[in-house]
């Protein structure tokens, strides 16, 4: 008889001592999968859902990425940091690709590191069937959503699939949730005009989101489509800095929406 214990998740990165995805010291849990193609993708290799091959330039061979684990493995794993979160106010976060692309398995998760009392973090695209993202949300404490574009149709030539869903699991969030960050990844060409900015400020006041984070474009990832032989379409776009999206943050401030540059 299969049990949720016996739940088997593509993962293809459990990273120990991270300061970035949440608060305190964290573990992070990366899911393999992802419904979305964006074309700037910084981890290309968690786009399938499933483990692949890819070349490792540090052991000049090819690896596999990504594995397939057990809830009660993931557990066991994370759980060796438990001192680092009780001493920083750290904890666990899952992150993908999309986590939402595996859902049962990750809502299980959260749910039983919840009851360790773990302190739980995500980060998502918020593409996923409402029922599944407000059953999710139930066992998140600190709740980062990617917004990538206001317009449905810019959002499907860029991502290949149009914003609704994310849109209405985004007002759910906003009604539900009272620990939401709402990022908008900003990548040029795409997103990053100052009419891009106005246009996000009243879609954002119209929804009532009151404070967001700019995440400026960065070619961290590029190696890696090399790497999976795969063509990167951003390889000659100059990366962003802070000081970059000045104008972004003002026009934001502008309408009354607090704004942090990361």
Not at 158 to 180: K, P
Request: glycine residues 6%; contains cysteine.
């Amino acid at each position: 008889m299969t049990t949720q214990t016996q739940l088997q998740a593509c993962i293809f990165n459990i990273q120990r001592y991270s300061i970035h995805d949440g608060p305190g010291i964290r573990t992070v849990v990366f899911f393999k999968g992802c419904p979305l193609r964006c074309y700037w993708c910084a981890n290309p290799e968690s786009q399938s859902g499933k483990p692949e091959k890819m070349w490792n330039t540090s052991r000049n061979k090819f690896t596999t990425v990504g594995s397939y684990k057990t809830i009660d493995e993931v557990i066991n794993e994370v759980m060796k940091d438990e001192p680092f979160y009780e001493e920083s106010g750290g904890g666990v976060t899952l992150s993908g690709g999309e986590v939402l692309y595996q859902a049962e398995f990750a809502t299980e998760l959260l749910k039983q590191l919840k009851e360790k009392g773990i302190h739980t973090a995500t980060e998502t695209t918020g593409f996923a069937k409402p029922d599944v993202f407000a059953k999710y949300i139930d066992y998140v404490d600190a709740l980062y959503f990617d917004v990538k574009h206001y317009d449905p149709e810019k959002h499907r030539q860029g991502i290949g699939a149009t914003n609704e869903l994310i849109r209405q699991n985004l007002a759910y969030a906003l009604e539900h949730h009272n620990n939401l960050i709402v990022r908008i990844p900003v990548i040029p060409e795409f997103n990053d005009s100052p009419q891009d900015a106005e246009q996000f400020a009243l879609l954002f006041n119209q929804m009532g989101v009151e404070q967001i984070e700019l995440l400026p474009f960065h070619q961290f990832g590029q190696k890696k489509y090399e790497n999976l032989n795969r063509t990167y379409k951003m390889a000659d776009v100059p990366q962003l800095h802070t000081e970059d999206l000045d104008y972004f943050r003002d026009i934001m401030e502008a309408h009354e929406i607090s704004c942090l540059v990361r």
